[in-house]
């Protein structure tokens, strides 16, 4: 504290180098001194144990917001620099939101994190490490004085250790290896994807609004197509439809608008096959009083560009394809060989205190996986972002109590707040009949206005931070009177 005041005190006067110097040298010893009172604070013969968090989703992200980090080392490594608010994608796809909005940074933890921009390709569960390679560009190229370009290799994998780990890389998109849907489908699974999206259907309407085109090339690409008929394609239809009858509406020629058609396939036989059936007819029919074709029972064999190959329908014109049919094992997860895996899915199996069960039958100690990468051996949940974040949840109260030497011998337990869907103007449903809810007076149904209230202040609370509980809600509003931004750039 000495050194500390006898810097202060020699940098008060004028602003020079050397005080700018000292300055530096002050925040130093402050923020030394702050981690010393960190460490210390852990208690005599601890030292902090590393973990290691892999993913900045829903189970990720959610782990280190809760996480002690005066009690954890620790690092997170994920691809993206972002965690993705999933159930307002699809609104951001189509403008009633902004893409920020749906975002929220990892950094915002730093420094009292490390982070990582990486995949991790390898875990070793025997040594504890893990095998790492960056997201970053691969070069960087950059011309010095004299006009030449210097090369750096950014792309060698690195290695890094952990005590304690989390797997929460989430899943990939399904395809069933349908040719051609990699290549030229739209998925919805980050904001990145939502951008991709909103940019072709705004290109769609500019090319069918140029001068000669026939109706024919018109209709063909204002025909947006929706394969897989669960929450999440249904409501990025929804919202398309909002924004078909609203923004564009108002704002293109009449005859080209009235060309526009949205199509929903489905193999099975219904539409939100996990939601109760009169919740599920009665989207069905307001989807198709909205002019949103249902095609169920039909399957998708092929996409070319601008082409889907339908078996019960043959060749189908589109303008633009979303492709949402479930969920497909992360290669991460597909890698891990000496664990347990479910036979089905290919998750993860954990126990009922989301360790990760190895291949010999034993629950691994140091590591537990969660959200879509996982399930759970006894009961298995359903791969949302409310399973998730309720296992990270449970993780944040298990570690930070083992941090500070107590047990948590509680498993998990989910407690199903119902599934909610936007279904299109301004109508949402509600059901809490699923889940594995024991006492039945919770359950309920709600279908309309009423649900749809439901969706948006759900969503609303469940904002992260501050900033986008400011933010979502604003740009609602604003969108609502100023109509969404159709700008393309
Ligand atoms: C458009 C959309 C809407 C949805 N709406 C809802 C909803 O309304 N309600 C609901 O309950 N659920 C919803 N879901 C489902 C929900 O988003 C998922 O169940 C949830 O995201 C799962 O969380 P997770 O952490 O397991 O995976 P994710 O959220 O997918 O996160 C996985 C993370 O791991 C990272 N990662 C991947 N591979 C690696 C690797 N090798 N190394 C390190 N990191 C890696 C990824 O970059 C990502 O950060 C929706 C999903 C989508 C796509």
């Known amino acids: 504290m000495q050194a500390t005041s006898s810097l202060v005190r020699a940098a008060q006067p004028q602003r020079s180098v050397a005080t700018v110097l000292y300055s530096k040298q002050f925040k130093q010893l402050a923020r030394r001194q ?11 013969g601890h030292y902090k144990q590393r973990l290691v968090i892999l993913g900045s989703g829903w189970g990720g992200y959610g782990l280190l917001r809760g996480i002690d980090k005066r009690r954890w080392d620790v690092t997170v490594i994920s691809p993206n620099t972002y965690f993705n608010f999933t159930p307002l994608l699809a609104s951001t796809a189509v403008g009633t939101l902004e893409f920020r909005t749906a975002i929220e940074p990892v950094r915002r933890y730093a420094p009292d994190i490390r982070y990582y921009q ?58 069933f290896n349908v040719p051609g849907v990699k290549e030229h489908a739209h998925f919805l699974k980050d904001v990145k994807d939502a951008r991709r999206i909103r940019s072709r259907i705004l290109e769609c309407f500019e090319q069918a609004s140029q001068p000669f085109l026939s109706d024919l090339e018109r209709r063909n690409l204002l025909h947006f197509c929706i394969v897989g008929g669960g929450p999440t394609g249904v409501e990025f239809a929804a919202e ?28 099975a036989p219904n539409i939100l096959g996990m939601f ?22 039909h399957h998708v064999d092929k996409v070319e560009p601008g082409k889907l190959h339908v078996r019960e329908q043959g060749e189908v014109p589109f303008g633009m394809l979303v492709w949402s049919t479930g969920l497909a094992p992360n290669p991460l997860v597909q890698s891990l060989t000496d664990t347990k895996k479910d036979p089905k899915t290919s998750s993860i199996i954990t126990n009922d205190h989301l360790n990760l069960i190895m291949s010999n039958g034993e629950p691994n100690p140091d590591v537990w996986t969660i959200g879509d990468a996982a399930r759970i051996d006894t009961a298995p949940l359903p791969a949302t972002a409310q399973v998730a974040s309720q296992k990270a949840k449970y993780l944040v109260r298990k570690l930070n109590k083992l941090a500070n030497d107590e047990e948590h011998k509680a498993p998990f337990e989910f407690h199903n707040q119902g599934s909610l869907a936007y279904i299109g103007n301004w109508k949402a449903i509600y059901d809490r009949s699923g889940g594995n809810e024991k006492d039945d007076r919770f359950m309920s149904k709600e279908t309309g206005r009423v649900a749809w209230l439901l969706w948006r202040s759900a969503y609303f609370t469940m904002t992260l931070s501050w900033r986008n509980k400011i933010l979502v809600p604003t740009y609602w509003f604003l969108n609502w009177i100023f109509g969404r931004d159709i700008t393309r750039f």
């Open 118 to 175: 990486a995949w991790c390709d390898e875990v070793d569960f025997k040594n504890k490490v893990l095998t790492c390679m960056p997201a970053t560009r691969p070069t960087n190229s950059s011309a010095t004085h004299s006009g030449e370009y210097t090369r750096c290799d950014l792309q060698k994998p690195f290695s890094i250790s952990y005590d304690k780990l989390v797997i929460a890389v989430g899943a990939y998109s399904q395809t």
């Open 276 to 297: 109760d059936a009169n919740l599920r007819k009665y989207t069905e029919k307001t989807l198709s009083r909205e002019g949103i074709k249902i095609l169920t029972s």
């Open 240 to 267: 398309l439809h909002d924004l078909l009858h609203t923004d564009i509406a108002r704002h293109y020629d009449k005859s080209i608008v009235r060309l526009a058609k949205i199509t929903m396939y489905d193999v």
């Open 34 to 44: 702050q981690q010393q009172r960190r460490n210390l604070s852990i208690g005599p």
